[in-house]
C-alpha cells in the first residue's frame, strides 16, 4: 500500500499548494477544457508530456502510446483524435518520440518481445524502407535513434494523411501537425522540422472533397 500512500500524500500537497497559488484553478477547470495541443508520445514513463513541455491540467490533451505509433485501424487513437481536433479544436498536433526509445530498439530486433511485436510491426516497416540509411550508421544506438527520427516522421504523415486531420483541413480548420524529438540525456525537446500546416503538404490521395 505503501505506493499508493505516496501518490495520495503527493497529491493533496498539490492540490493544495495550486489552490493557494491560484484560488481560481479548479473551479474554472472544473467548467471546461480548451486545450491547445494534442500530443501523440511514447508511454516511457521518462518523457510525461505536461512535465517536459511545461505545461500546466488542461492545456494538453494527451494520447500515448508504446513508441508513439498512430495505426488507422486504432480506435482509441482514432477516437482522441477525433475529439481533440473536430470537438475540442486543438491547434497543433505534437508528435513526440524519445532518443533510446525501448520500442524502436524492439523493432529493429529479430527475438520475440511478445504482444509487442505486433503493434511495433509498422515501425519494422519503416525500418525496412530506410534499410540503406539506417545500416549505413555504425554506432547501435546513433542506428536506434535514427530510426527513432525517422518513426516520428511516419507518424506526422499518418497524422497528417488521416480523414480527420484532411476533414478538418479541408472545412478550413486551422491545424498544425508538428514531430518533435525528446532527449532523455539533457530534457531538451528538438523541433524536426517537418511540420505540416495545411493539405498541400500531403499525397493528393489523400485529400477530401465533397
Ligand atoms: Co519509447
Request: aromatic share 6%; charged share 30%; glycine share 6%.
Amino acid at each position: 500500500m505503501e505506493e499508493l500512500e505516496t501518490i495520495l500524500k503527493n497529491n493533496r500537497q498539490w492540490a493544495d499548494r495550486i489552490e493557494k497559488e491560484k484560488p481560481d484553478f479548479f473551479p474554472k477547470l472544473a467548467k471546461g477544457q480548451k486545450p491547445r495541443y494534442l500530443w501523440i508520445g511514447c508511454s516511457d514513463s521518462r518523457v510525461p508530456s505536461n512535465v517536459i513541455a511545461g505545461l500546466e491540467p488542461g492545456d494538453m490533451f494527451v494520447h500515448r502510446n508504446i513508441a508513439n505509433v498512430v495505426n488507422n485501424n486504432d480506435l482509441n487513437i482514432l477516437s482522441v483524435m477525433e475529439y481533440a481536433i473536430r470537438v475540442l479544436k486543438v491547434r497543433s498536433v505534437l508528435v513526440c518520440g524519445h532518443y533510446g526509445c525501448g520500442g524502436v530498439k524492439a523493432a529493429m530486433e529479430n527475438h520475440p518481445h511478445g504482444m509487442v511485436d505486433n503493434w511495433l510491426r509498422p515501425i519494422k516497416e519503416v525500418y525496412q524502407e530506410n534499410r540503406k540509411e539506417v545500416d549505413r550508421i555504425e554506432d547501435e544506438e546513433s542506428r536506434i535513434n535514427r530510426l527513432v527520427e525517422l518513426n516520428v516522421k511516419k507518424q506526422v504523415e499518418r497524422v497528417a494523411n488521416s480523414t480527420i486531420v484532411q476533414d478538418a483541413w479541408a472545412d478550413g480548420q486551422q491545424l498544425s501537425v508538428h514531430g518533435l524529438v525528446y532527449s532523455l540525456e539533457n530534457g531538451h525537446l528538438t523541433d524536426l522540422k517537418i511540420s505540416k500546416i495545411d493539405r498541400s503538404g500531403t499525397p493528393e490521395i489523400f485529400h477530401v472533397s465533397e
